[in-house]
């Protein structure tokens, strides 16, 4: 008997007929003598519905009841599943988050989950099938909180760590990972299996099959991970520790995000310090800063300074450092139409000619490179963002991955 936490994305409950579907494949878990959590993502949309809700009252929302709103989609889901599990005559209960309580920390609308009562459900998995909203938890004060775009992940592997669960199966519409979109590429080839460090690579720099604070923490507890089509019985990707890493291969796959911005200071004063005036209250603002790239200026007294930031943060950015007073610089300029293309593979680091050959190819496709930036398992450029179906083919190609 095993303990499992499985997870279900929006797509897999996006109808009535699909959460019935999921309700099977949860009642085969417990056939098989399993004890299941099931966390569960609001219906395909209906996040994006209950923001244009919000929008339409507000484009500045009140962010506590932005998440008081939002987590009523995972609600929903919850309360169908366990109604459509009991219609199987499999005992269950659906749990909202503040009737365990899922307690996190942090801001409305980007919290983290810091612990959970697991007495309840450990107590009810004697008897059921517990049912668990993703994306969402109670504060310390008693509020309702959400943790971000694709938090259903977090909540699983949480809830996997948290309840000593002997796997956690991220259920969604691709039957695994694959080297790059395949709704894109359809070359694609599915990966057998990867390391947490590639998929957290892949993951974070625009992979969309899982969240990735979710790996992070699967990483840092070693949880098992496998991600699998809900719509198919094929095996699907496995998602293991370091060990398990492929050497032989210097690429794995292709992640491309399409919500990039450039920011670009010129003229800046060169002197100790400069670097941290420009960004410390970009951090006081939680903006997320990527590439950063400084050059030296034909003016020896100035440098410039270019770095890279979420898209919906541009204007909030621009308008934080025209009112820093510690930073002298000439002119700000941006490009928030730009993408960030990426190479991620555990064998990079010891195959010579990688980068030479991703930028070969780049240069053939006569694709101009905005900024680069590297690790030892991935390399990632900004290009113009017309171009990044173009460049994502041509690397899947040359690294022999189609």
Not at 251 to 276: F, M, N, Q, W
Not at 324 to 344: C, G, L, P, R, W
Request: glycine share 6%; hydrophobic share 40%; net charge neutral.
């Amino acid at each position: 008997m095993k303990k499992k936490v499985l997870k279900f994305g929006g797509t897999s409950v996006g109808s009535i007929d699909r959460i019935q579907h999921v309700a099977n494949i949860i009642k085969s878990e417990v056939e098989a003598g399993n004890k299941i959590i099931a966390v569960v993502s609001a219906m395909a949309g209906k996040t994006n519905e209950l923001i244009e809700y919000s929008q339409a009252i507000d484009k500045n929302f009140d962010k506590r009841e932005l998440d008081v709103l939002l987590s009523t989609g995972e609600q929903v889901t919850s309360s169908l599943l366990a109604g459509a599990l009991v219609n199987l005559n499999i005992k269950s209960k659906s749990w909202l988050n503040w009737q365990i309580p899922i307690l996190t920390e942090g801001e409305h609308t980007n919290a983290r989950i810091l612990n959970m009562n697991v007495s309840k459900i450990n107590q009810y998995l004697k008897e059921g099938v517990a049912i668990v909203p993703g994306f969402q938890g109670v504060s310390k004060i008693g509020d309702i909180t959400t943790i971000g775009r694709g938090g259903s992940d977090a909540t699983a592997v949480a809830i996997a760590k948290l309840l000593n669960a002997d796997t956690c199966e991220i259920y969604t519409d691709v039957d695994g990972v694959y080297s790059t979109d395949p709704n894109k590429i359809p070359v694609a080839k599915k990966i057998e299996k990867i390391s947490y460090d590639e998929m957290l690579e892949l993951s974070s720099l625009g992979a969309k099959v899982m969240q990735s604070s979710a790996v992070q923490t699967a990483m840092m507890y070693d949880i098992p991970l496998e991600v699998r089509s809900t719509f198919t019985n094929r095996k699907g990707t496995k998602i293991f520790d370091q060990q398990e890493i492929d050497y032989s291969k210097s690429v794995t796959g292709v992640a491309y995000s399409k919500d990039d911005a450039k920011i670009t200071l010129t003229g800046v004063e060169d002197k100790p310090g400069v670097a941290a005036n420009i960004f410390e209250p970009l951090n006081k603002a939680q903006i997320n800063v990527d590439m950063v790239i400084q050059n030296i200026s034909s003016d020896q007294n100035t440098t410039d300074i270019t770095f890279t930031i979420k898209r919906d943060d541009l204007s909030k950015t621009k308008d934080i450092l025209k009112d820093n007073q510690n930073i002298v610089y000439k002119e700000i300029t941006h490009n928030d139409k730009v993408s960030k293309v990426s190479i991620v593979g555990a064998g990079m680091v010891s195959t010579p000619g990688v980068t030479y050959r991703m930028f070969r190819g780049l240069a053939d496709e006569k694709i101009n490179i905005l900024a680069i930036s590297t690790s030892e398992i991935k390399l990632s450029v900004i290009i113009n963002e017309e171009n990044t179906l173009k460049a994502v083919k041509k690397l899947h190609t040359i690294f022999e991955l189609d």
